[in-house]
Every structure is written in C-alpha cells, then in structure tokens.
Nanobody, 122 residues
C-alpha cells in the first residue's frame, strides 16, 4: 500500500522558515513534488524533483525562497521554505508518480498525501 505522509507544517510569522517532509512508503517513485491549495483557490504546483538525477523544478512564486531535496535512503522528500509570506498560506500536499513525464500539472501525479497546513501570519 502506497502512503505519503507529510509533516512540518504550522504557524509561522512572515519572513520565517519552515521545512516540510514527505515520507513515502509502499514503492519507489520517478518523481515527487509539492502542491498547495489556499481556500477558494485551485491546487497549484510548488516544486518537484526527479528521483533519478535529482533535477528540480519550481513555481515562479517560490523560486529563490524554497528548496526541494530528497533522501534516497529514507524515501523522503523535503521542502525548505524561507522568507515566507502571508500568501504562502495554504494546505501543502505531497505528490508522487511512478513515471517521469511532466512536473507542473497535478494530473501528472498518481499518489497524494493528506496535506499539511502552513499558515503565515503578517
């Protein structure tokens, strides 16, 4: 059974930092990523990483403020976010896929975690 378990969300002041973790179990993946969904908005791409080779992809809204990384041994992906803004407030979802393909569209991912809330106060 495939599981993606996120952790690390919480409440942080603007300008602060958080590190999100996503532990995967049940199989290995070709890519893993992070999406987020704010109230009343569509789920949007944040960042992704190709498991083999480690190529990284970022949304323009977080590029330069976020870093995605992976730990192969732990089958875990991380999202380090800094200089957080109130507009970063959302539920952050971990996603994974068994094939490469694209990275930016939610339809490119097979598996999803339950999400972790990130709230940035002004």
């Amino acid at each position: 059974q495939v599981q993606l378990v996120e952790s690390g969300g919480g409440l942080v002041q603007a300008g602060g930092s958080l590190r999100l973790s996503c532990a995967a179990s049940g199989r290995t993946f070709s890519k893993m990523g992070w999406f987020r969904q704010a109230p009343g908005k569509e789920r949007e791409f944040v960042a992704a990483i190709r498991w083999s080779g480690g190529s990284k992809y970022y949304a323009s809204s977080v590029k330069g403020r976020s870093s995605i990384s992976r730990d192969n041994a732990k089958n875990t992906v991380y999202l380090q976010m800094s200089s957080l803004k109130p507009e970063d407030t959302a539920v952050y979802y971990c996603a994974a896929a068994s094939y490469s393909g694209g990275f930016y569209n939610r339809n490119e991912y097979d598996y999803w975690g339950q999400g972790t809330q990130v709230t940035v106060s002004s």
